[in-house]
C-alpha cells in the first residue's frame, strides 16, 4: 500500500547566513537574553543539534539540552510560565500539547522537518483507515493532528522498547513516518510492521561506499549512526541509537575517534563531555554537489541568538493548537512518558 501514497514534496531551505559577531558582541547580546529570559519567568528547551552559542546559553540559564524524549518531559516539571523551544516545528507542538497553561514560543515557526512534511494528516489518517488492526505508533517527527490519530508516541531513545512491549501483547504495528527507523526497529524486534514511506534530509545524505573508504582511513574510530539514516549506513554502525545515545558512546567508549553519521549541531555537546577526543563527520555528497543538508538540518539552523533575542522582545511566534487536536495528540506522548518514566529510560546525557 505505501508505494502508492503520493507524498508532498518537500522543499528543503538553504542554510541561514546569521551575521558574524565578536566574542565581546555576542557575550554582550546572551547576557541581555539571560536577563530577559529572567524577566519573563521563561526558559530554554533546546536540542542537541541547535547551534552551540544555544546550547550553552539554555545549560547557563537553568533551561534544558536533550533529545526530543527529554525535551518533551521537561516542559513539565519546570515551573517557568514560558517554554522557549529550539529545535523544530514538532518539538514546540509537544511542548504545546503537554503544557497548554503555558506559552509556548520558537524562534521561527517556520522550523520544520522533513518527516513531518512527509505525512499530511489527511492522508496518514486515510493510511490508517486501511489498517484498521494495526496499533499506530508514530514518531515524535509528526505534527499535532497526526498525533491525534495515533495509539502512541515513540522517539528513537524509546521506540525499541515500546515496540518489543507491543509485539509481547501480539499487536502489528502502522509506524510512521520514519521508513529507516522503522526497518531497524523491525529488525531488532521482528515485529510485523506497515511502513509509511518518510525519511530524515539530513540523514538521507550519508553515503555509504564513501562511509566504508573513511573507516578504512580511520581503523580505530567507532562509527555512531541516528537510527534515521538508511540501512546500509546503519549496518556499519558500531553503535545505533538517538542523540543521547550516541553522546553516551562518545562519553563512555575508550576509542579516541568517532565518525558520526547525523547533523554535526551534536558535536557541540560531545566535544563538551569529551573534550580530548576526535569528531569526523560521515561522508555526505559533500557542499556544491547533490547534497542538501550537509550532516546540518536547515531546519534547526534557524535558531539562533538574534532570533531569540527577537522573540523574548516581541513575544511573537507563539505555538497554538486546536484544544480538539491537543487533547487526542495527548494521549499517545503520555502513554509515552508513563512507559519512561515506568522504565526509567531518560533522553538526556549524564555522567
Ligand atoms: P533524537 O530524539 O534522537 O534527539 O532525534 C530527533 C531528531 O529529529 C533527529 O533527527
Ligand atoms: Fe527532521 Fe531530519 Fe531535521 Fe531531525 S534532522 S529535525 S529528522 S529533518
Not at 521537561?74 to 523544530?88: E, F, K, P, Q
Request: glycine share 4%; charged share 20%.
Amino acid at each position: 500500500m505505501s508505494s502508492s501514497l503520493i507524498l508532498p514534496e518537500i522543499k528543503v531551505p538553504a542554510h541561514p547566513v546569521w551575521p558574524q559577531k565578536s566574542a565581546a558582541e555576542k557575550q554582550a547580546q546572551k547576557q541581555r537574553i539571560k536577563d530577559l529570559l529572567q524577566q519573563q519567568n521563561a526558559v530554554l528547551v533546546a536540542h542537541y543539534y541547535v547551534d552551540g552559542d544555544l546550547q550553552a546559553l539554555a545549560e547557563e540559564t537553568g533551561g534544558c539540552v536533550a533529545d526530543s524524549l527529554e525535551m518533551a518531559r521537561y516542559g513539565t516539571t519546570t515551573d517557568a510560565s514560558t517554554l522557549i523551544v529550539c529545535g523544530v516545528r514538532f518539538m514546540g507542538e509537544t511542548a504545546k500539547i503537554l503544557n497548554p497553561e503555558k506559552t509556548v514560543l520558537m524562534p521561527d515557526l517556520a522550523a520544520t522537518c522533513s518527516l513531518d512534511e512527509g505525512c499530511p494528516a489527511d492522508q496518514f489518517s486515510d493510511f490508517c483507515d486501511l489498517h484498521p488492526d494495526h496499533t499506530v505508533v508514530v514518531y515524535a517527527n509528526t505534527s499535532a493532528a497526526v498525533k491525534a490519530r495515533a495509539d502512541w508516541m515513540v522517539t528513537s531513545g524509546i521506540a525499541l522498547p515500546i515496540v518489543k512491549h507491543l509485539a509481547s501483547e501480539g499487536k502489528k504495528i502502522l509506524w510512521a513516518p520514519d521508513k529507516h527507523l522503522g526497518h531497524y526497529v523491525q529488525k531488532i524486534t521482528g515485529t510485523e510492521m506497515t511502513f509509511w514511506p518518510g525519511s530524515c534530509v539530513v540523514h538521507e545524505e550519508f553515503k555509504s561506499v564513501a562511509l566504508e573508504r573513511l573507516r578504512k582511513l580511520h581503523p580505530d574510530a567507532a562509527v555512531l549512526v541516528h537510527p534515521e539514516s538508511p540501512d546500509e549506513i546503519v549496518e556499519q554502525a558500531d553503535v545505533i541509537g538517538s542523540t543521547t545515545a550516541l553522546i553516551k558512546a562518545v562519553a563512555e567508549m575508550p576509542q579516541e575517534e568517532f565518525i558520526v553519521a547525523t547533523d554535526d549541531g551534536i558535536f557541540w555537546k560531545m566535544q563538551q563531555v569529551a573534550p580530548q577526543k576526535k569528531l569526523i563527520s560521515a561522508p555526505t555528497a559533500g557542499e556544491g554537489a547533490t547534497c542538501e543538508s550537509c550532516a546540518h538540518c536547515p531546519w534547526m539552523a534557524m535558531n539562533a541568538l538574534d532570533n531569540l533575542e527577537a522573540l523574548l522582545n516581541t513575544h511573537s511566534n507563539e505555538i497554538r493548537i486546536d484544544e480538539n487536536i491537543r487533547a487526542d495528540a495527548l494521549k499517545p506522548i503520555q502513554r509515552m512518558l508513563d512507559f519512561a518514566a515506568d522504565h526509567n529510560i531518560s533522553g538526556k546525557y549524564q555522567k
